[in-house]
């Protein structure tokens, strides 16, 4: 790993790239009768992924970057669920057959704050209103504080056989630094629950760059986490953008680590997790040999999308509640941010979406490229132009932040074949930004580059 390149590059702002155009870009242009239309539209063979968004917690997370509210009371969490249960009979509807569904992830806050019975409602209503494979990953993200063992019960109930569990850190200063105080025995208490009810796939997120965290403590951290054997690890730099997320304010900027600490505290994760036999997926993701992101990974199948590096192939990803996403082949919608008013559309029989992003053939192309290089660390220009009708020699030519990259290093260009050095993939995300010529560099809406 070059810690020179660290210093060059990693203060630089840039997106994540689980779409593009990012989410900045999105537009209220396209709106409620653009998405109703979309979907109409959807080819007669097209299969899809359920995103469900969440966006309530019992505490705030001074880290966190999610769209998420603090609740009390339980009646609050149970009027939303009746609106998203609105919601999936309306989106179904609108498309006018049962399609096939793949993958279903719910996000948050934390989904889990739902009552059990309310939680196996909302699975009964999707399978009601799509074709659920009996092969689809349903997934679940789970704060281990607050899971019951009848929650678990209703995941197992209803098929879900993968749970996504937010551990951060176990270093008891980063923790109350952080306001999240979780004791490793709470996590593995949690892990012990879903594996005696069967839900198998388990994934931890950890987070580097936290105030007070040290490689020590980060590595303390992967050794406490491997003694639970998860199957992935989602291993993210901390965001801190306290203009956006007025919560991030009570942690203290003197207590942050620097770029070319956060890029040791990173390369120190990932060196001890790949020496415990898992293998690194893109940026960000670790898996075991034998799971089935490994194997995409192998195979060149790896895709990504708002919930990070997937096996998903599908091209429609239908987003339900509060900010939720979604993605179709014409482009981008996004719901209603506030919860009031996203619950107001859909009781009115209105899908509340209030904008997106048509998407253009150079952005279709555009997204080709990026996701290769995000999801492989090299693109073939010319197999990818091909298909889009395009030039690799123009594309490469509008791509000027490339020549600093080439020179310094970072990028090798074969004929049109396009590669980043091995001791330079932390900074995949600063080649896929040669490509976003959507860019703004003066905007500080993103996490920086290391």
């Known amino acids: 790993m070059r810690t020179d390149l660290a210093a060059s590059y990693g203060e630089e702002r840039l997106p994540r790239y689980t779409s593009y155009p990012t989410a900045p870009h999105f537009s209220p242009e396209i709106g409620a009768g653009t998405y109703s239309r979309w979907l109409s539209e959807l080819p007669s063979g097209a299969s899809a992924s359920l995103y469900l968004h969440v966006p309530f917690c019992r505490e705030m997370c001074w880290y966190c970057g999610c769209h998420t509210q603090i609740v009390r009371r339980d009646e ?45 409602e909302l699975m009964a209503a999707m399978r009601h209103a799509f074709v659920v494979l009996p092969s689809a990953e349903i997934a679940v993200e789970i704060d281990p504080r607050t899971l019951t063992g009848e929650m678990v019960e209703a995941m197992r109930l209803s098929g879900v056989n993968r749970a996504s569990l937010g551990v951060q850190s176990f270093d008891p200063v980063v923790q109350r630094a952080i306001n999240r105080v979780q004791s490793r025995e709470q996590t593995a208490s949690v892990v012990g629950m879903l594996r005696q009810a069967g839900i198998g796939g388990i994934n931890f997120d950890l987070i580097y760059g936290l105030p007070h965290q040290t490689i020590a403590s980060c590595l303390d951290t992967v050794r406490r986490s491997l003694e639970l054997a998860p199957d992935r690890f989602s291993v993210f730099g901390y965001a801190h953008v306290p203009g956006f997320k007025k919560h991030q304010r009570m942690i203290s900027e003197a207590h942050l680590p620097d ?10 994760i990932a060196n001890a997790l790949k020496e415990a036999g898992y293998v690194q997926i893109g940026l960000d993701h670790f898996a075991r040999p034998d799971d089935a992101m490994a194997v995409a990974c192998e195979k060149g199948t790896l ?5 990070g590096y997937t096996t998903d192939k599908g091209e429609v990803l239908l987003g339900f509640g509060a900010s939720a996403i979604g993605h179709l082949p014409q482009g981008y919608v996004q719901n209603e941010v506030q919860v009031g008013a996203y619950q107001q559309s859909i009781a009115s029989g209105r899908l509340a979406t209030t904008k997106g992003y048509g998407l253009t053939e150079d952005d279709r192309l555009r997204a080709d490229i990026i996701e290769r290089i995000m999801c492989e660390f090299g693109a073939d220009l010319a197999d990818i132009c091909a298909r889009h009708g395009a030039e690799p020699g123009a594309m490469l030519q509008s791509a000027s932040r490339l020549k600093s990259l080439i020179s310094d290093g970072v990028v090798r260009l074969d004929g049109d074949r396009l590669a980043v050095a091995n001791d330079s993939r932390f900074l995949v995300r600063s080649v896929a930004a040669a490509f976003d010529a959507h860019l703004d560099p003066g905007k500080q809406l993103h996490s920086r580059a290391v």
């Open 76 to 120: 609050l969490v149970a009027a939303y669920q009746r609106a998203l249960l609105s919601e999936i009979a309306l989106v179904a509807d609108t498309i006018g057959r049962r399609i096939k569904v793949e993958h279903i992830h719910f996000g948050g806050g934390t989904p889990t704050i739902m009552a059990p019975e309310a939680f196996a």
């Open 259 to 268: 770029g070319l600490t956060r890029h040791d505290q990173a390369c120190a």
């Open 303 to 307: 895709r990504r999308n708002f919930q």
